[in-house]
């Protein structure tokens, strides 16, 4: 009998659906029972494409002894943390805290109040390793909730009460200058990895954030240390297991130093932002490594995580069946020398071994290797190559596909807008633009409701139950932001403006200025959810912050300046101490350095080549956070096109920033040298 989950959208729920475990979804109706029955409630929460979920699944929630003591003992809730990201940030602070670690499947039991009292990750079903079994640790809290329930309550109640006194250091409403910006470019300097690329050791993450902020910081002060450190990084990364070489875009992360073993999910976010990030790169240097790895990663996503409805899905699996029926990490991208002789017979297997250094030993489990593309005298011969890796492709997809996540979530498909529409205007891609629309479209059409209020989630055109989060209106608002910039539609800064407002009146906190992760009137959890440091993705707040000045910038008002001002307050107090963690927020402060600069370009039409060419330069300028109007001379379709008449008949840019307009120019070169002094 299939449980409550049968009738979720997530694709994560729906995995769980046929467990014996009596899963109920996060509601009120879940708690309202552990309240009738007195009974702890078990809260799992992970994700679809989460390797050690999976392995707990199997382990645990499968196992009909396992599940019969948690329906007699337990109400079990299980919560998808890519639809819920703020039940999941309550707990894990939580996890955290009381542990020193977090990560998934996290495991945490809670009062029928929903105050958690004990915690964990993944536990075994036998001991091993100092862990617990999961049934002993099911015993313990059980005994604990039976015998002693003054000490689970007294427990429970100071948890609460030090996360509500975990007020984050906010630093003030002033932004951070020259100083603090010169400071986290040398923080970034101490842990940066000469040899390797990246920052830190294993397991090592694609610093995407921080590398925007690098280029930035490289374009507006010229510090040739900031963009050697971008540069080295992407092309280690490039080179390495976490690219797929022969598919196109990234894998999570690296489990080792030199980018060799992924772990093997690929996320729609990760893509989306390092598509952008090799664009840009390729934007300051022309080089022809980060034009490739940007195409070959939009390409990526447009094929592989596009769904039916024009939004993009939310991640491919790192599991897949070996061919024997056994579902093993990284199945579908290893390689041994043997399967490679099977796809390309023995002298292109061995020419293929050589060039994507595949070994006897292997760089994987049992004798495989991750596809490379190691540093090499020998000059191999393009078609020859090219035809290798096509064949080896067609012949990886005989292999049984990892499982995609079908879900569309909101902030990471705003993300990916921005990485197409500027990567599709850069290398004269219409289609990738045309996707970048498309996804826009769903988000319009499902995610809005008559007020713009955003849902955080839909599946197959419909849209899920939960409210939007802080990250999903300041990423989208900067996907409608770019596309605006790309199409010269203004739709869509009208748009991103109806977000903002939101953002403005839902999350800003009057007097700090701070940004909360949850809308004022969205459902109370036993804390708030605040958290300005940029992760795997950008925070809601740093997000947030870049839209708004944007925003600003096409508009010229002064309210949502103000806002993503005072917000960036908390860059100033971050960034010299954290600067990994807080990259976007340091690519936004360069931005509000800069100006940023405000460009209008002006023609008889948009189709009329001469405006076209200095449209396209405007948005090659590597001015930090510059933003692009395009249209009409006298339209109204951008504020920034206002009073801005053609020059002796010809298509002019305007170029302004800090309240200062420049000469306009009908000269693309003199345009280009505008933005990028």
């Known amino acids: 009998m299939p449980n409550r989950l049968a009738h979720e959208t997530s694709p994560y729920l729906l995995q769980h659906a046929d467990n014996p475990v009596d899963w109920w979804p996060w509601s009120e109706e879940a708690f309202e029972e552990a309240r009738r029955s007195d009974r702890p409630v078990l809260l799992s929460v992970g994700y679809s494409s989460c390797h050690w979920c999976h392995v707990m699944a199997h382990e645990s929630f499968e196992d009909e002894a396992t599940a019969d003591f ?30 020193g670690q977090g990560g998934w499947p996290m495991t945490v039991f809670l009062t029928p109040e929903a105050e958690p009292f004990y915690f964990g990750t993944y536990f ?11 049934r002993q640790v099911l015993e313990g809290v059980r005994s604990a909730w039976t015998d002693r329930r003054d000490e689970v309550a007294e427990v429970a109640g100071k948890i609460v009460r030090d996360l509500a006194g975990r007020e984050i250091s906010y630093g003030g409403t002033e932004a951070p200058g ?31 954030m921080v590398i925007e902020f690098l280029l930035r910081h490289h374009a507006r002060t010229g510090a040739e240390g900031a963009l050697q450190m971008a540069q080295d990084t992407c092309e280690r990364m490039a080179r390495g297991g976490i690219y797929d070489q022969l598919g196109g875009g990234f894998a999570r992360y690296s489990v080792d130093r030199d980018w060799v073993v992924p772990h093997f999910e690929k996320m729609l976010y990760d893509n989306a932002l390092l598509c952008r990030v090799y664009a840009h790169l390729w934007r300051a240097t022309g080089s022809d490594l980060a034009r490739r790895v940007a195409l070959e990663t939009a390409d990526f996503m447009v094929r592989e995580l596009r769904t039916e409805q024009g939004g993009f899905a939310s991640a491919l699996d790192a599991d897949s069946d070996d061919g024997t029926g056994r579902h093993v990490e990284g199945a579908y991208y290893v390689w041994t020398p043997g399967q490679l002789r099977e796809a390309l017979g023995d002298d292109d297997a061995e020419l293929a071994a050589r060039y994507f250094g595949v070994t006897e030993e292997g760089t994987f489990e049992e004798g495989a290797s991750v596809l490379q593309l190691p540093q090499r005298d020998e000059v191999f011969e393009a078609g020859r190559i090219a035809s290798v890796r096509q064949r080896l492709l067609e012949r990886r997809a005989s292999r049984p596909a990892p499982g995609r996540d079908d879900k569309v979530v909101a902030a990471w498909n705003g993300l990916a807008i921005a990485a197409l529409a500027e990567t599709g205007a850069y290398f004269d891609r219409p289609d990738l633009v045309e996707a970048a629309v498309g996804a826009a479209d769903l988000l319009v059409r499902v995610h809005l409701d008559e007020q713009a209020r955003l849902t955080r989630t839909s599946k197959d055109g419909r849209a899920g139950a939960n409210a939007g989060v802080l990250e999903d209106y300041g990423d989208v608002a900067e996907g409608f932001l770019a596309l605006a910039s790309v199409t010269g539609e203004g739709v869509w800064l009208d748009f991103a403006g109806f977000l903002l407002d939101h953002v403005l009146a839902r999350f800003v906190d009057e007097e700090s200025g701070a940004l909360y992760d949850t809308a004022a009137d969205a459902e109370r959890l036993i804390r708030r959810p605040q958290d300005p440091t940029d992760n795997a993705v950008p925070s809601g707040w740093s997000a947030a912050a870049g839209a708004l000045l944007g925003y600003a910038a096409h508009t010229g008002s002064e309210p949502h300046r103000r806002a ?8 100033k107090a971050l960034g010299p101490r954290v600067p990994r963690f807080i990259g976007w927020g340091l690519a936004v402060a360069e931005a509000l350095l800069d100006g940023p600069r405000e460009v209008a370009v002006v023609g008889p039409s948009l189709s009329d080549e001469a405006t076209k060419t200095l449209h396209r330069t405007a948005l090659l300028g590597t001015a930090p956070g510059a933003v692009v109007a395009v249209g009409a001379a006298e339209s109204d379709e951008f504020p920034l096109l206002a009073d801005r008449p053609l020059q002796q008949g010809a298509p002019a840019a305007y170029v302004c920033r800090n309240f200062t307009c420049d000469a306009p120019t009908t000269d693309p070169e003199r345009l280009r040298e505008a933005l990028s002094s």
């Open 564 to 571: 993503a001002e005072r917000a960036l307050g908390v860059v």
């Open 70 to 99: 948690l329906n007699a003992h337990f109400v079990n809730v299980k919560v998808d943390r890519e639809e819920r990201p703020d039940v999941d940030a309550v707990y894990m602070e939580a996890v955290q805290a009381a542990t």
């Open 178 to 208: 020259e100083q603090e910006l010169a400071q986290a470019l040398l923080g970034l300097t101490r842990e940066y990895d000469p040899q390797r690329g990246g920052f830190g050791g294993a397991p090592k993450f694609p610093p995407s």
């Open 124 to 134: 075994p079903p036998a001991p091993r390793h100092g862990m617990p079994s999961f």
